[in-house]
C-alpha cells in the first residue's frame, strides 16, 4: 500500500483544514488508518483512528471535539477534518495503514501501522 498525504498549510488559529490521504492498491477497506503527528523537537503522537469499515472511531483527547476522521473505502482515501485549530496543533501530519485488532489500544499506536505516508506540514499562526 502506498499512501499520499495532502491538504496541509498556513492557516490561522481558529481555523480549519482538511487532510486527504489516498491510498493505492484494490484493499484499502482491509486496511485500519490513523493519522499520526511529529511537531518539531517531539515524538509522534497518535491524532485519530478509523477501523476498515469506518464503525468506530478513535482520538487522541487533545483533539476530541475539534478533529474528525473519515474514510471513503470507494475512493482509497482517508481524510482528517481539522476545526477550531491551535498553534499547538503544528505539526507534520502522516496517515498510516494497518491490519490491528480494532481497538483503541491498537489503533491508537504507530507499532500497529506497516504503511506510512510522507507526511504533509500543518502551520497554525496565533
Known amino acids: 500500500v502506498q499512501l499520499q498525504a495532502s491538504g496541509g498549510g498556513l492557516v490561522q488559529a481558529g481555523g480549519s483544514l482538511r487532510l486527504s490521504c489516498a491510498a493505492s492498491?484494490?484493499?484499502?477497506?482491509?486496511?485500519?488508518m490513523g493519522w499520526f503527528r511529529q511537531a518539531p523537537g517531539k515524538e509522534r503522537e497518535p491524532v485519530a483512528a478509523?477501523?476498515?469499515?469506518?464503525?468506530?472511531?478513535y482520538y487522541a483527547d487533545s483533539v476530541k471535539g475539534r478533529f474528525t476522521i473519515s474514510r471513503d473505502n470507494a475512493k482509497n482515501t482517508v481524510y482528517l477534518q481539522m476545526n477550531s485549530l491551535k498553534p499547538e496543533d503544528t505539526a507534520v501530519y502522516y496517515c498510516?495503514?494497518?491490519?490491528?485488532?480494532?481497538?483503541?489500544?491498537?489503533?491508537?499506536?504507530?507499532?500497529?501501522?506497516?504503511?506510512w505516508g510522507q507526511g504533509t506540514l500543518v502551520t497554525v499562526s496565533s
Open positions: 498510516a495503514a494497518g491490519r490491528m485488532y480494532s481497538t483503541i489500544a491498537t489503533m491508537m499506536s504507530s507499532r500497529s501501522y506497516d504503511y
Open positions: 492498491g484494490r484493499t484499502f477497506s482491509s486496511y485500519g
Open positions: 478509523i477501523t476498515r469499515s469506518g464503525g468506530s472511531t
